[in-house]
C-alpha cells in the first residue's frame, strides 16, 4: 500500500533514545495540537462558520512535526494549500491561525489571506502557497539568500507528491544542486493528488528525479516522526554545513478529504484503506505508544498533553470567533509595500 | 442571480430550464459524439468530474481515453493538445482555476496563439482551453483571478465569457468547432445558475454580442457574471425612470463593436462592468471602442467599474468590496443621468 | 531617432552623451556599488553580457557571484529571486527576450506580484525583472512582443518603460531601490540610441510623465521607443503649423494620470502610441483614462495608435506596417486636426 | 572534450555494412546538402542581404541526417532556432528554405516565419520553434495524437542540450512515459547554450535525467552518422511497435557561433577546440573516408555529389534572391484560420 521508492534508512530504536524524552513528548504535543486544531477546523466547516474551504493534514502530523523540530526559529520553511500542520510546527499561534481562517484582523495575514495563504516572518515561515509547487521558487531563493548572505539557515520546502508534475520543480533543483543551496526538499507523499491516485499521474520512481540532478535523496516512513526526525536533521545540517540540498520523501495518508468538502470519497479510495491507516499507521499513536513502551511518558502524561492541547484549541478558537474583521480600507493596503519610500 | 433569465435566443419550442454546469456538459458531450476527435484533458477530470463536478459523467460515457486526467503539468498538457489538435484532434483543456493559465502562457501565446500565423497558415491549432474565473468564493489571491483580458489582447486567440446557460452551450459548441484556439471561461459562481437551454441543437456564432435587455436611457455593457449585476442594477433603475439596456458582448475576441456602438449611440450614456481588474483591462477595450464609435453621441464620459486594482483578498467583507455589485451600478447610473 | 535629445530633466553640468545600454549598466553599476544585495541573474548575462552586451563588464567588476549566468529557466529562477528578494537580497533578473515572460507568469503574477498582500503586508519583494521588448528587428513572432499591458493589469506590479539614456538610468535607479517588483521594460532597438546622461548621481521619481515637447494642438502620448515616433511626427507637423505636444509617462504603474488629463485639456486632441498590440492593450488605458478626466475638453475622440493585431510577421515589409510610424501619425495628427 | 554521459552504444562496423551503400550516399548528400545550404546563408547574412540572424547548424549535421533517414515522410518532426538541419533532412526543399530565410512570398511559410520557424506539413515538419522547448509539448501532443488516431506515426523532438533547464521538459516526459507515446527526444548536445558551456548550468547526468520518467534513454556519437542512424532506426521502430517514448542524447558541436553574428568566441571556447572538432570529428568527412575505405563510393562520385549540390544551392538562392517578397495586405492574413467557417 505504501510504496518506497528509495533505500529504507531505519535508525536503530537505541538511537531515538538518545533524544531527550521531553523532546520526543514536545513533538507529540506538536502533532497533538496539528490534530485538534484541524479537528476544529473541520467543524468550523460543518457547521458553515468558516468562509471557504480547508485542506486538512490529519494524518501526515509526523512529517511538519518531524522535520520544523530539526530546524531553527530562524530557518524558513514554505508551505502548500495542504498548511496548517507546517505552519504550527514551525511555532505559528493557534489563534491567530483561527483567527486568519475567518478572515479576522488578528490573523496571521490581516485576514487577506485565509487558508492557503499564512504567513509569518517571525517563525520563518514564508508562506504556504494555493499553486502546486508555486513555491518552489521562493524557497530555493531563500536558500540562495541565505549562502549569498553568509547566515547558516536552511529553508525546507515542503510540496505533497502532485508537484512532481510542475516543470518548475526541475528547474530549481537543477540550480539548487549546481549552487549547493542549502534547501531540503521534503515530499509528502499522500497516494493521491486531489481525487487521483498518484500512479497513474506519475512515471517512474520519485527519487530517481531528485538523483537525476545530482540531489541527494532519502525516503522515510512518514508516519514515523522518530525516522522523520531524524533523518530531517541529518539533511539539515548537512544543508547547513554547506554540503547541499537533499531531497527527502515521505510516505504518509490524509485521513480527510482533499478538502473539508470532499465527503464521498469512494470513487477514489477505500473505507478499508482508511480505516488501516488510521488504526495501524497513525503517527500521534505510534508515538505514544513507544513512549509509553520506553517509559518515556505515562497515560497520565499523555491525557494531560490532550487536555492541555484541548484547552488551548478552544481559547483560541473563541479569541478569534470574537475577533473583528479588518477594517473595509483595508482592501486597498498592502497593493505596494513602502509607498512612501520614493 | 438565481432566477433564470428569458433571452433573446429564446426560440425553443422547450422550456427546459438546466445549470451553466450542465449546460456545459451537454455542449461537451453533443460535440464528443458528433466528432471522435474531440476530447478533454486536465486535472482530475475523469472520474472526478473536476472539482466543480462540471464534466460527471462525461468518463462514464466517452472513457478514459477521451476524457483523461493528467499530472498537474498546465503547461505540459496544454502544449500536447497544441500539437495534438495541429495533426487532427480536436482537445478541449481543463483549467481547474483560471489562474493556472499563468503557467501555461508560454504554450497558449507563443505557440497556439502564432502557429497558424507563423507557418504561413499551414498549420492551424483548432482547441478549446477552458478556465474557471471570478472572485467572491473566498478563495482568495491565487484562486479567483478573471485574466481573459491578457488573451484578448494577443491576436490569434479568441475568448469568449458566457453569461447564462443558454450562451455557454451554444458558444462552448462553437468553440469547439472553431479551427481556432480558444479561450472560454467559466464563472465559478455560475456553475449552479439555472436557465433556458432549449432540448434541440444549436450554436452560437462568435462575434455577436446579445442585448440581454432593452432600454433607451442608459447603455450597460457586462461581462460574464456581471450581466447578472446590470440586470439586477438595470431592474432598481427602472423602478427610477431609468431604462436601462444590458449589451453582453459574450466574445471578447471577435468583438462586435456594431452593437455596442449603436446602444451607446441611442442611450447616450454608458456604464461597463467587468469582474477582471479595472486598469489596463476589458473595460478600457470597451470602452475606447464606443468612445471612438460614439463620441459626439455621449453625454457624458463612460464609466468602467471593473474589479479593483487589489490582488483578491480572502476575508469575506473585504472580498465584496472588490467587485462591481448592483449598488454601485445604480450609483453609477444615477450619476450618469443626472439623478444625484 | 538616432539624434540625442535634449529633456526637461537636463540639469546636469556635463553634456555626457551616452547610448541607452550604456546607461541601464550605470545604473546597474551603481546600485551594485551602492548596496551589496543587489545582484543580476539570468541566461549569459555574465562574460556574454546578454546578447546585447547590455551587461558586458559587470562582471568583471562585481563577480560571478553577483553577475550569474542561470540554465535556461525563466521560471525557476524568476522563483528564486522571488524567495531572494523576500529574504533580504534585491536582485535584478535579466530576461532576455520579453516574450519569454509567457514562461515566468505564475512567479511573477501569482507569486512576487501578490506575496506583500496576501502576507497582509509582511513579507516584501524587492526585486527587478528587466526584459527586453519592440519589434522591427526581424526576430519573428516569438522574439517581438510588446506584452507590459499584462503586467500593468496585475496589482502589486510596477510597469516602467523608458524612452531615453536619461530616463532609463534613472528609473532604474528608482526600480533597484523600489520594495515591490517592478517591470522593467528595455526596448531592443534602442540600446544604441545615445542621449545626455549626467555625471552625476540621479533617479527620477516612478508616476511622474515627462513632457519632452511641448505643444498647444494637439497631445501624442507615446510609450518608449514610440515617443521617438511621436517626436518625428511633431517635427513634421511643426512645418504644417500643428504644434504637438509630446507627452512620456515613463511608468504605466503608477500612472501620472494629472499630467496626461492636462495636456488633453489644454489641447483638445490626443493620439496615444504604443508598441504593445492595440486591441486590450495600453492604448485602450490611456484613451480611457484621458478621456475620463478631460472628456468635456475634447474636440474628438482620442486616436489609438497600438501595433497591429497580428503576431509580429518576418518578413521585412510586412513587419514594418505592424508598428505605428511617423507617417501614420501625422496622418491622424491631420484628421484630428481637420488638415484633411 | 566529449561527455557522454549513458552507456555507448557502439554497432559493429559490419552491421553498418548490412545497409545498402546507396542510402549511406544518400545520408552523405543530406549531410553535405546542409553544409553548403547554411554555408550560403551565413555569406547572405555576411553580405547583408539576409534580414535578421541565423543559427547555423553546421558541425552537427550526423544528427538531422541520421535520425531523419530512419523516419518516414509521414512521421512528424519539431525543431528548434537551430532548425536548417532538422527540416533540409526530413525533405525541405532549398529553395523555399532561403525564400523563408528572406521573408519572400514563396517562402515555406510565406515569408511569415522567417528561419526560425520553417513549417512544412508535406514532409512531416510541425515547425522549427524559437522558443527553447517551445516544442516539446507540440511534439508529444502531435505523438498522442498519433496514438490517438490509430496511425503508426512516430514523433521527433530536436533539441538542444540548453532545453533540459525548461521545466515543461519534464512535464511532457512524464506524461508520454504514462501514456506510452511515440516520440523519440533527440537531445543535441554541442557543448554550449548560447554562450555558456553547459556544464555551468546542468547539474547531474543528462541520461538521468528522462531515465528518472522511466524513459529509455541512450547516449551516441552525433557525429558518426551510422551510429546515429542505426540507433535512431532501433528507438524509432520501437516506438512505432507501441513500446513508448524514447530519449536519444548526441554528443556534437557547432562549427560557427550561436548565431551567425557571434563572431568573436574566444571568451567562452577555444579556437584549438573548434579546430579539434573541424579536423578530427567531422561528421561529412567521416562518413565519406569510411565510404571510400569500405568502397562504398570513390572520390569521383563525391565529388559529383559535391557539385551538385552545389548547383542545387545557387538554383535555389537564385530562386529566392529573384522571388518577390509578400503581397502587404498578407500581413493581416492567417492570424486566424478559416475565417468564414461559422
Ligand atoms: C498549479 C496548480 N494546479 C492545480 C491546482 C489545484 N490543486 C490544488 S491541490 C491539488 C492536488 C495536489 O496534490 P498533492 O501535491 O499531492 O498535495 P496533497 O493535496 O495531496 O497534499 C491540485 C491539483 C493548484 N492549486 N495549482
Ligand atoms: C525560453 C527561451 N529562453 C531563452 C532563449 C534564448 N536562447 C536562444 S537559443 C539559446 C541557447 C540554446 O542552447 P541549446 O538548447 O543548447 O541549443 P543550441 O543553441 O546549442 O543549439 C537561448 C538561451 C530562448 N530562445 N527561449
Ligand atoms: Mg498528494
Ligand atoms: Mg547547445
Chains 1, 4 share one sequence.
Not at chain 2, 471570478?134 to 486567440?157: D, E, N, V, Y
Request: hydrophobic share 40%.
Amino acid at each position: 500500500m505504501m510504496s518506497s521508492s528509495g533505500p529504507k534508512i531505519r535508525a536503530e530504536r537505541s538511537v531515538y533514545l538518545t533524544v531527550d524524552g521531553e523532546q520526543w513528548l514536545h513533538m507529540y504535543r506538536q502533532m497533538l495540537r496539528i490534530r485538534r486544531f484541524e479537528e476544529q477546523v473541520n467543524e468550523l466547516y460543518v457547521s458553515a462558520k468558516m468562509p471557504g474551504l480547508a485542506h486538512l493534514y490529519i494524518g501526515q502530523e509526523a512529517v511538519a512535526v518531524g522535520v520544523c523540530e530539526a530546524l531553527r526559529r530562524d530557518d524558513y520553511i514554505t508551505s502548500t494549500h495542504r498548511g496548517h500542520g507546517h505552519c504550527l510546527a514551525k511555532g505559528a499561534s493557534m489563534d491567530r491561525m483561527f483567527a486568519e481562517l475567518l478572515g479576522k484582523a488578528p490573523g496571521y495575514n490581516r485576514g487577506k489571506g485565509g487558508s492557503m495563504h499564512i504567513a509569518d516572518p517571525d517563525t520563518g515561515n514564508l508562506g504556504a502557497n494555493a499553486i502546486v509547487a508555486g513555491a518552489v521558487g521562493i524557497a530555493t531563493g531563500a536558500a540562495f539568500s541565505a549562502k549569498m548572505r553568509g547566515t547558516d539557515q536552511v529553508v525546507v520546502c515542503f510540496f505533497g507528491e502532485g508537484a512532481l508534475g510542475q516543470g518548475v520543480l526541475y528547474e530549481v533543483m537543477n540550480m539548487a544542486s549546481l549552487w549547493k543551496l542549502p534547501v531540503i526538499y521534503v515530499c509528502e507523499n499522500n497516494l493521491y493528488t486531489e481525487y487521483t491516485p498518484y500512479q497513474e499521474v506519475l512515471a517512474g520512481e520519485i527519487l530517481d528525479r531528485p538523483r537525476a540532478f545530482g540531489i541527494h535523496a532519502e525516503a522515510v516512513d512518514g508516519q514515523d516522526v522518530r525516522e522523520v526526525y531524524f533523518v530531517a536533521q541529518r539533511l539539515i545540517e548537512r544543508a547547513r554545513a554547506g554540503e547541499g540540498p537533499a531531497f527527502l520523501l515521505c510516505n504518509t495518508y490524509r485521513y480527510y478529504g482533499h478538502h473539508v468538502g470532499d465527503i464521498d470519497r469512494s470513487y477514489y479510495r477505500s473505507r478499508e484503506e482508511e480505516e488501516w491507516w488510521k488504526s495501524e499507521r497513525d503517527p500521534i499513536r505510534l508515538l505514544g505508544s513507544w513512549m509509553l513502551q520506553e517509559r518515556i511518558a505515562d497515560e497520565r502524561i499523555l491525557e494531560a498533553i490532550d487536555r492541555e492541547v484541548r484547552a488551548e484549541v478552544e481559547a483560541a478558537l473563541a479569541f478569534a470567533l470574537n475577533a473583528p474583521y479588518p477594517d473595509l480600507d483595508e482592501v486597498a493596503r498592502h497593493v505596494y509595500a513602502n509607498e512612501a519610500q520614493l | 442571480m438565481s432566477t433564470p433569465m428569458k433571452h433573446s435566443y429564446e426560440s425553443s419550442t422547450t422550456d427546459r430550464v438546466i445549470s451553466m454546469a450542465q449546460a456545459i456538459r451537454e455542449a461537451l458531450a453533443e460535440e464528443m459524439r458528433r466528432d471522435p476527435w474531440v476530447f478533454i484533458m486536465g486535472e482530475d477530470v475523469a472520474e472526478a468530474g473536476t472539482p466543480f463536478k462540471v464534466l460527471k459523467g462525461l468518463v462514464e460515457e466517452f472513457g478514459p481515453q477521451r476524457v483523461i486526467d493528467t499530472p498537474i503539468s498546465e503547461a505540459g498538457f496544454t502544449g500536447i493538445a497544441v500539437g495534438a489538435a495541429m495533426t487532427g484532434m480536436r482537445p478541449v483543456v481543463d483549467i481547474m482555476f483560471g489562474d493556472f493559465l499563468t503557467l501555461a502562457m508560454d504554450q497558449i501565446v507563443n505557440q497556439a496563439a502564432k502557429v497558424h500565423y507563423m507557418s504561413g497558415g499551414k498549420w492551424k491549432v483548432p482547441m478549446v482551453i477552458r478556465a474557471t474565473m471570478g472572485a467572491t468564493l473566498r478563495k482568495a489571491a491565487q484562486h479567483s483571478q478573471s485574466l481573459h483580458a491578457w488573451f484578448a489582447h494577443i491576436p490569434g486567440l479568441k475568448v469568449v465569457i458566457p453569461s447564462t446557460p443558454y450562451d455557454a452551450k451554444g458558444l462552448l459548441k462553437t468553440a469547439i468547432r472553431d479551427d481556432n484556439p480558444v479561450l472560454f471561461f467559466e464563472h465559478k459562481a455560475m456553475y449552479s445558475m439555472r436557465g433556458y437551454v432549449p432540448a434541440e441543437e444549436y450554436t452560437i456564432p462568435f462575434g455577436v454580442a446579445d442585448i440581454k435587455r432593452e432600454g433607451r436611457d442608459l447603455t450597460i455593457v457586462a461581462i460574464g457574471r456581471m450581466v447578472h449585476v446590470a440586470i439586477e442594477a438595470a431592474q432598481r433603475l427602472a423602478e427610477l425612470g431609468i431604462e436601462a439596456e444590458v449589451v453582453d458582448p459574450r466574445t471578447l475576441v471577435p468583438l462586435d463593436r456594431k452593437t455596442l456602438i449603436e446602444s451607446a449611440r441611442k442611450t447616450g450614456r454608458v456604464i461597463i462592468l467587468d469582474e477582471g481588474h479595472q486598469s489596463y483591462g476589458a473595460t478600457a477595450e470597451l470602452a475606447s471602442v464606443i468612445t471612438e464609435g460614439a463620441f459626439y453621441y455621449l453625454d457624458a464620459p463612460v464609466i468602467r467599474l471593473g474589479a479593483m486594482d487589489v490582488p483578491v483578498p480572502f476575508s469575506p467583507p473585504l472580498e465584496d468590496l472588490t467587485v462591481p455589485t448592483p449598488e454601485r451600478v445604480v450609483e453609477a447610473a444615477k450619476t450618469l443621468c443626472g439623478r444625484v
